[in-house]
């Protein structure tokens, strides 16, 4: 399977500020990266679909201008959550389509938890 | 409707016994890819296992095999042997001709392994 990072594993942060999320894919090219989003004790949610070298296409209901996604590169996508507030405290959690033919598994980062103050 | 159906919220199973996680589609695709994932108390989403619609065989890796009878749209996830180490959440996912790029992800189920 691929192998994806994400950076920062934890982030505090006082509200009003921005925090920028890393995701890497380590040993394959992506050209799609996904970001979801997941409250405790509940399912992911898909926010964005970040392709490389275009526009991300945000999920209903996500606000493009607070989660800005940036996928500049085939081994990089970041998502900045911008003027962080108490209620973007959640786990973020990055994955990509694997290179197999089968229905294109993704493989998952290791996710981030924000904690907004 | 839900997509992906997981009745179960909570499991527990002996250590070394066998245990099944249900998981429930709904799609009107004939070709679609079902998916397991496991995500433990870290949070990082493992993938499992994996069954394509067309696959004429249940899918195994390991301790892990896919249940799929697809006449009743269900994809049973079944560890045999259970670890402590298989405590966690697990997540059946779907991804059809409709959803694009992106998967259906189930409510989860956690499991716990008693010694």
């Known amino acids: 399977g691929a192998v994806v990072s994400q950076h920062p594993s934890w982030v505090i942060c006082k509200s009003g500020t921005s925090v920028k999320i890393e995701c890497r894919s380590l040993?394959?090219?992506?050209?799609?990266m996904f970001w979801y989003r997941q409250f405790p004790k509940q399912s992911l949610m898909l926010m964005a679909t970040?392709?490389?070298?275009?526009?991300?296409?945000?999920e209903q209901g996500v606000e493009k201008d607070k989660f800005l996604i940036n996928h500049a590169s085939l081994t990089l996508s970041t998502l900045t959550v911008t003027s962080a507030h108490p209620e973007d405290s959640s786990f973020y959690i990055c994955?990509?389509?694997?290179?197999?033919?089968?229905?294109?598994?993704?493989?998952f980062g290791p996710g981030t938890r924000l904690l907004v103050l | 409707a839900q997509k992906i159906t997981q009745t179960q919220p909570g499991m527990f199973v002996q250590e070394k016994e066998a245990v099944t996680l249900d998981c429930t589609y709904d799609?009107?695709?004939?070709?679609?890819?079902l998916f397991w994932y496991k995500q433990p108390s870290s949070g990082e989403m493992i993938f499992l296992i994996y069954?394509?619609?067309?696959?004429?065989q249940n899918a195994t890796e390991g301790r892990y095999s896919l249940n799929f009878q697809k006449a009743r749209k269900s994809a049973n996830l079944v560890i045999s042997a259970s670890q402590l180490g298989d405590s966690a959440m697990y997540f059946c996912?779907?991804?059809?001709?409709?959803?694009?790029?992106?998967?259906?992800f189930g409510t989860g189920t956690s499991l716990t392994v008693i010694p």
């Open positions: 994955s990509s389509k694997g290179t197999e033919a089968r229905w294109e598994t993704q493989y």
């Open positions: 040993d394959f090219q992506a050209t799609t």
């Open positions: 970040s392709n490389e070298g275009s526009k991300a296409t945000y």
């Open positions: 799609t009107s695709d004939q070709s679609y890819g």
């Open positions: 069954q394509g619609s067309y696959d004429e």
């Open positions: 996912a779907m991804r059809d001709l409709h959803s694009g790029n992106q998967f259906y």
